[in-house]
């Protein structure tokens, strides 16, 4: 069960509660976490949150392809768009996501589709028009890059999706942006305190001045 009580499904089938999928391939699946979100900054602080969230992906030995603070049906929201190596064969998987966090829990959508046989048509064709000095950039998120993890590059970027229509990563991000303006929350989740707001202050003891500066779960429906 998840704060998510509707969103655009078609072309998808459900395989199991919060699971759906489609013939290109593409894995759509809705999370709830109870917890407190481990993002490493609030939403409004960007660079500190894109920063920490590079470094993470390259210590779980992926990539960070983008993160761009937006909202969800209003709520502020956190896109990620992730590479990580596949376990089982060469290749790479993309996931897509948006991460909608609130005070004390969470919910994320996610898209995920991962290479078949073929793997590197992209890289290969992109760096071979741009060149392999002009390929290969330090990542924007984290100054000279995180260390470990798979590497940065131009060949991950939006501009060639449309030269690679049937890319695992081109179809995930065309899937977020189509589901994306569709998502609808649950009211009670909408209301919850948000994330990163400062803590707050219990009043003074009786008698004394304060100091100077100082005053003064959910159900799925529709989906």
Do not use: N
Request: net charge positive; with cysteine; glycine share 14%.
């Amino acid at each position: 069960m998840t704060p998510i009580t509707g969103l655009d499904l078609t072309g998808f089938t459900e395989r199991e509660p919060g699971v759906w999928t489609d013939a290109a391939g593409l894995v759509l699946s809705v999370h709830f976490f109870p917890l407190v979100p481990d993002l490493p900054a609030p939403l409004h602080e960007t660079e500190r949150l894109r920063a920490g969230l590079a470094r993470g992906t390259a210590g779980a030995g992926g990539g960070l392809i983008e993160a761009v603070p937006g909202a969800v049906d209003g709520v502020p929201a956190v896109r990620q768009l992730v590479k990580m190596p596949l376990s089982s064969r060469p290749g790479q998987a993309f996931i897509g996501s948006w991460t909608v966090p609130r005070a004390g829990c969470s919910t994320v959508l996610k898209v995920q589709a991962a290479e078949g046989a073929t793997t590197g048509v992209r890289e290969a064709m992109v760096m071979a028009q741009v060149g392999p000095a002009d390929y290969f950039r330090p990542h924007p998120y984290a100054g000279g890059g995180p260390s470990g993890g798979l590497p940065y590059h131009v060949g991950d970027h939006e501009q060639w999706d449309a030269r690679f229509p049937g890319h695992p990563l081109t179809l995930v991000r065309a899937a977020l942006h189509r589901i994306t303006p569709t998502v609808t929350l649950d009211e009670r989740f909408k209301a919850l305190p948000p994330f990163g707001a400062p803590a707050p202050q219990a009043p003074p003891p009786a008698g004394r001045t304060p100091p100077p500066g100082r005053r003064g779960r959910f159900r799925r429906e529709g989906a």
